[in-house]
Structure formats: C-alpha cells, structure tokens
T-cell receptor, first 111, second 120 residues
Framework: DAKTTQPNSMESNEEEPVHLPCNHSTISGTDYIHWYRQLPSQGPEYVIHGLTSNVNNRMASLAIAEDRKSSTLILHRATLRDAAVYYCILRDNNAGNMLTFGGGTRLMVKP | DAGVIQSPRHEVTEMGQEVTLRCKPISGHDYLFWYRQTMMRGLELLIYFNNNVPIDDSGMPEDRFSAKMPNASFSTLKIQPSEPRDSAVYFC??????????????????FGAGSRLTVL
C-alpha cells in the first residue's frame, strides 16, 4: 500500500487558517487522496477526498500538488471544535473501499 | 438516517469470557468494516464485508476473533476467549459501492461511535 507521511502534531489559533500537510511520494495513478478526522471520543469522520484537482466542500479544501506527491488540507477558519486527529489516507481505486489509517496529525486549536 | 449503530458502547469483562460486539450499518450501504483502535497500534482494519460476504479478514488477530454478517443490516464481531490485550475501541463503518465520480460521495466510510472493550 502507498504510504503517507504527516507531522505528528500541529497548533493553530482559533479563527485562523490551518494548513495540514501530507506527503505521499509513492502514490499511484489509481490512488484517491482521502482525509478523515477523529474528534475526541468519537469515530473517524469523512472530511474530503480528491484525485487530481483541488476540491472544496463545506468543511475544508484539499489542495493537491501537480505531481500528486503531496497534498494539503486547508481549514479556512479553525474553531475549537476542529481540534482532532486528521488522517491523510490513500485509497487504491482497484482495491475496494478499504482504508488503511496511519498515525495522523493531532491538531490543537488555541483560543 | 441514524448512522452506523454500535452496541454496546462500553463493555467490561473478565479474561476468558466471550464478547460479542454488534453493528447496524446504514441502510443501502453494501460494504461493512470492523476496525480496532489502541494507543499502541492506532486504527487497524480487522475485516470487511461486501454484500454480506467477507472479502478480506487478514487483519483479524487470531482464531479467537470471528465476524459474521448474516444479513445486510447486522454484523457481529466475536472474541472467544477474550484476553486483556484485546482491550481497545472497536469501530464499525459502512459505505456504498465505490463507483461514481470523485465528488459523488460513493466512496465515503461512515463510522459508528465505537465500542470500548476492557478485558480485566
């Protein structure tokens, strides 16, 4: 499986933008880039996913490098409720719907 | 929709006892996943089903673990006999089949709230 590398932790101030990086230098052409987050004491929840083009939804934006070897999850205005572990995951489109989680980035948001 | 429903939310049992965790996926979802989360190992995929059929059980730790999906609306994960090292949070997730465009949402996993298991 193609692997991802994320910083263990990041800090942000409330109401400021947050850029969460992810490196996936061994990504293959059939890999989708997925982001999930896990709030304290909850199950992971879907944030966003993309293949080649940048993507936006109500929760976040996903910026994908032109060579697809890295991506950045952007939270436009961090709130205290955004404090969570954020997982960047590659999903092989030829391997079913399974997701393999790495260690993720623990985002701390300061008031 | 009520989402993915897991029970029990918390279970405390003694070593050697049988444990059964239950999951009701979202109606219409044809994939079901069981994950385990510990501090040491993070989130691990144990097994997943497609249309009630087990597709990949390579993550199941050992023969003490078994999972079934008798119908599209119910799955169980059983541990017999349980051991202290099985203590973890067990998550169930479901999704629809993966066909669709990037933004169709067809490939999204929805997780339940988890079952926290403590084996003494």
């Amino acid at each position: 499986d193609a692997k991802t590398t994320q910083p263990n932790s990041m800090e942000s101030n409330e109401e400021e933008p947050v850029h969460l990086p992810c490196n996936h230098s061994t990504i293959s052409g059939t890999d989708y880039i997925h982001w999930y987050r896990q709030l304290p004491s909850q199950g992971p929840e879907y944030v966003i996913h993309g293949l080649t083009s940048n993507v936006n939804n109500r929760m976040a934006s996903l910026a994908i490098a032109e060579d697809r070897k890295s991506s950045t999850l952007i939270l436009h205005r961090a709130t205290l409720r955004d404090a969570a572990v954020y997982y960047c995951i590659l999903r092989d489109n030829n391997a079913g719907n399974m997701l393999t989680f790495g260690g993720g980035t623990r985002l701390m948001v300061k008031p | 929709d009520a989402g993915v429903i897991q029970s029990p939310r918390h279970e405390v049992t003694e070593m050697g006892q049988e444990v059964t965790l239950r999951c009701k996926p979202i109606s219409g979802h044809d994939y079901l996943f069981w994950y385990r989360q510990t501090m040491m190992r993070g989130l691990e995929l144990l097994i997943y089903f497609n249309n009630n059929v087990p597709i990949d059980d390579s993550g199941m730790p050992e023969d003490r673990f078994s999972a079934k999906m008798p119908n599209a609306s119910f799955s169980t994960l059983k541990i017999q006999p349980s051991e202290p090292r099985d203590s973890a949070v067990y998550f169930c997730a479901s999704s629809r089949r993966r066909f669709g465009t990037v933004n169709s949402g067809a490939n999204v996993l929805t997780f339940g709230a988890g079952s926290r298991l403590t084996v003494l």
